[in-house]
């Protein structure tokens, strides 16, 4: 999270600021929104390959009951798309602010390794009746690939600085063989960190506004039980790509999703604040200026508790360690979600044992709900990265969580 | 500039001409290959409130490639919008071959001066009646009708032009199913099939009947996972890449580098066919991507006509790769959740009977196909307890 101010903003500011006040009044949806991004992605690999890709993007979105979404349209014309005048694309020079991304040297890394790293960096302006706001979001993202082995637990993947050219230390390839997957339920503990997917997937989108305001969630159905040590908190000025302001120019703050075991508050933009009538909690986002807004989660993560971490992993006599899950998948009326884990080890008598192949659990809110007996003071963010897909719109994410033990969890393959 | 937005033909490549000699002004004496795209969509949505909103989409892009003269992978960028600013900066970025779209073929030559692939130059209809058509179908979550315009010119000066009109729909029955068709027509008649039975709690169907829409996503993995080899995959299932399918909704007659394009089988004798890239089925995932050897409209021919009687209806199903040929089925019924989940070794998968129902019709996950019945016993189908 940068909060650089606009390097332009004679030009952006000003052009949405007089649009702004021919906006219709009292509509909370109503607003101007412009975004300038640049994208990359380089890919390296230990052989020498290199390749890097990089796309700019501009564009507005003229939000209400009915919207408008531009590219790159001459500021001056603002105005008069907001009176309802036809749009056009820009032929002649056009200003993109001076966005640039670093590329970096190779990594020092010995072995056999492959990486990518994805990196964007957004600009936004938002007018309103009552302003505009600028925001800056960037995120780089690496994700590497050591050793030989093709599953996927060689796979690292890290949240990295943007404006740090340095590269992360690999850890050495195992080269173990792997054991079958659990066959049956089992204890999970999760690595600080891991848990954070599971917070995302199956507390985060049941308490989405727009979610709930259309269908009853599991959350809102379950038996909740005082004492629960389960937090769940959603930030979205923390983390990897992190916001100030939404695509709607709401500051953002913090949600308390589940507060002790007990379904607190919502993740709102300002229609579904409109409907509660109450205000947005600055969580109204939009994949691009194309895109409709849409309640969507930040960095959400589980809050970290008093227990001693490696008394969680001691104290577990058969379970199975869970150090990464990947792809999730959940649906918010039932509390079912699915996981790859593609890191993971049984634990026999407290201690961590033979590695497994990759595989799939399924976790039933309720049960996680009911069986969450430890939480350790250890919280870590973005041990996993990624992107959450909601409606067709991809969004940076981030994730936390601290060590977590779960008596409840199922295999699915 | 009143061209441009109505997306006319004529004005759109003037423009792009002017485009790409500022490209190749540019770069000087390398070979500048220009892509553009101009797109004007209309989405009508059933909000939160259950009030319907429109979005008004005008999206437009390019992208440039710089041959080399040593035949290296050539040089790209992208950016959105069409200004004579934006198609400078991406020549100036990919003549550095920083950017390199690898695996692309190189550009033909010895083509005709123009070449087109028309949908017809139908007027997208209004947002007051996508409006309407949503108020009045309960059953429709969201609309959208969209015209692409994509506009490609070589360096040798020939130009190719195609131009499509796509329409999509999601249903508010809660199973998820996009459903996708080229044209205008009508989308929001739900032609409900009658295959919906669920077994009760404890019973594992014998059988699944999988919607276009999951038969699609199940079809298109493992084509991406078996579509370079040569190994058995049963003589139920045939399919085939037409590029130029009538209700495809990518593809066409040319592809995304220019080559002609042509039909060609993946399934064949009850085995894959070895994919050989090249010239023809090269395509971009957008305008943001290099073109890449690939697939562009798979149709799945209807089989033999299927009992399906203790069957497990479904209408998503996502695909997930596991290490190198382990995948997982997650199925979805929109009858309570995820209840029967499947994991499978593709090349079982790929043996297991697969029969049809009904017609073929275009999916939004890719292929065109009908109904496919499949046996779950074969797919490891197994009820989540």
């Known amino acids: ?413 | 500039m009143k061209g441009i937005e109505a997306l006319e033909l004529g004005a759109l490549i003037e423009h792009a001409r002017v485009l790409r000699a500022c490209m190749t002004a540019r770069v000087g004496s390398e070979r500048v290959e220009l892509f553009a795209k101009v797109s004007h969509r209309r989405r009508a949505t059933r909000d939160a409130t259950c009030d319907v909103s429109l979005h008004d989409v005008r999206e437009s892009g390019l992208a440039c490639r710089v041959f080399g003269r040593e035949g290296e992978p050539a040089g790209f960028a992208s950016a959105s919008g069409v200004s004579t600013s934006e198609a400078e900066w991406v020549a100036d970025r990919a003549r550095t071959f920083e950017g390199r779209a690898s695996g692309s073929t190189p550009e033909p030559s010895d083509l005709a001066g123009e070449r087109w692939d028309l949908d017809p130059a139908d007027s997208l209809p209004t947002g007051d009646s996508l409006i309407a058509l949503v108020r009045e179908r309960k059953a429709v979550e969201w609309i959208e009708l969209g015209t692409t315009v994509e506009i490609l010119i070589g360096s040798q000066g020939w130009m190719a032009c195609r131009r499509r009109n796509r329409a999509w729909l999601l249903g508010s029955n809660g199973r998820g199913e996009i459903r996708a068709r080229r044209g205008f027509e009508d989308l929001a008649e739900q032609d409900e099939d009658a295959i919906s039975s669920i077994p009760p709690g404890g019973i594992v169907p014998t059988s699944l009947v999988l919607a276009p829409s999951a038969s699609g996503a199940l079809v298109s993995a493992l084509v991406s996972a078996f579509h370079r080899s040569n190994e058995q995959c049963g003589a139920g299932l045939d399919v085939d890449d037409v590029p130029a399918h009538e209700e495809g909704l990518a593809g066409g007659a040319f592809d995304d580098a220019g080559f002609p394009t042509s039909p060609r089988p993946i399934t064949a004798d009850g085995y894959w066919v070895p994919f050989e890239p090249g010239p023809g089925n090269v395509w971009r995932g957008s305008f943001r991507a290099p073109p890449t050897p690939g697939t562009s409209n798979l149709v799945v021919s209807p089989g033999k006509p299927a009992s399906h009687g203790d069957c497990l209806r479904i209408s998503k199903c996502r695909v997930v790769p596991l290490g190198r040929d382990v995948w997982v089925l997650d199925l979805e019924t929109g009858q309570g959740g995820p209840r029967f989940a499947a994991r499978a070794d593709p090349r079982a998968v790929s043996l297991a009977p697969i029969a049809t129902l009904g017609p073929a019709v275009p999916t939004a996950t890719g292929p065109i196909g009908p109904h496919l019945v499949v046996d779950g016993g074969l797919l490891g189908l197994r009820e989540i307890v």
């Open chain 1, 1 to 413: 999270m940068s909060p650089d101010p606009p390097d332009s903003i004679d030009a952006e500011s000003v052009a949405i600021a007089e649009a702004a006040t021919l906006l219709p009044r009292g509509d909370q949806r109503a607003h101007i929104f412009l975004e300038a991004r640049v994208d990359a992605r380089l890919d390296l690999d230990s052989e020498g390959g290199r390749n890097y890709v990089e796309t700019r993007t501009r564009g507005v979105a003229i939000a209400g009951p009915r919207s408008l979404h531009v590219t790159d349209p001459d500021p001056r014309e603002l105005p008069a798309l907001v009176r309802g005048a036809e749009p056009s694309p820009r032929r002649d020079v056009s200003r993109h602010p001076p966005l640039s991304l670093r590329t970096r040297e190779r990594p020092a890394w010995r072995g056999r390794w492959s990486a990518r790293i994805v990196q964007f960096d957004q600009k936004i302006w938002v007018g309103r009746e009552e302003g505009v706001v600028f925001d800056r979001r960037r995120s780089c993202r690496l994700s590497v690939r050591v050793g030989t082995q093709p599953e996927a637990r060689d796979e690292l993947e890290l949240a990295l600085d943007p404006d740090d050219p340095r590269w992360p230390t690999l850890p050495d390839p195992q080269e173990r063989p792997l054991a079958s997957p659990p066959r049956g339920p089992f204890v999970g503990v999760f690595a600080p960190g891991a848990a954070g997917v599971m917070a995302h997937e199956l507390f985060g989108h049941a308490r989405e506004g727009d979610v709930a305001l259309r269908r009853e969630t599991w959350i809102a159905s379950v038996d909740t039980t005082p004492g629960v040590p389960l937090t769940v908190i959603d930030a979205p000025a923390r983390g990897r790509a992190g916001w100030r302001f939404d695509d709607e120019g709401t500051p953002s703050r913090s949600v308390v999703l589940i507060d002790q075991g007990s379904p607190a508050g919502l993740l709102l933009d300002r229609a579904c604040a409109s409907a509660l009538r109450t205000e947005s909690t600055g969580h109204g986002r939009r994949s691009s200026y194309m895109d409709p807004i849409r309640p969507r989660m930040g960095c959400t993560y589980i809050e970290q508790g008093h227990d001693d971490p490696d008394e969680v992993l001691s104290g577990t006599r058969d379970g199975v360690y869970l150090r990464r899950l990947s792809a999730g998948h959940t649906d918010p009326v039932t509390g079912r979600a699915t996981f790859v884990v593609t890191d993971a080890a049984r634990i026999v008598n407290g201690s961590i044992d033979q590695t497994f192949a990759p595989f799939v659990i399924m976790l039933d809110g309720r049960d996680v709900w009911h069986s969450i007996d430890a939480v350790a003071r250890d919280l870590r963010f973005d041990s996993s990265v990624g992107s959450c897909i909601r409606d067709g719109q991809p969004l940076a994410v981030s994730v936390g969580g601290p060590t977590i033990r779960i008596g409840l969890v199922k295999v699915l393959a």
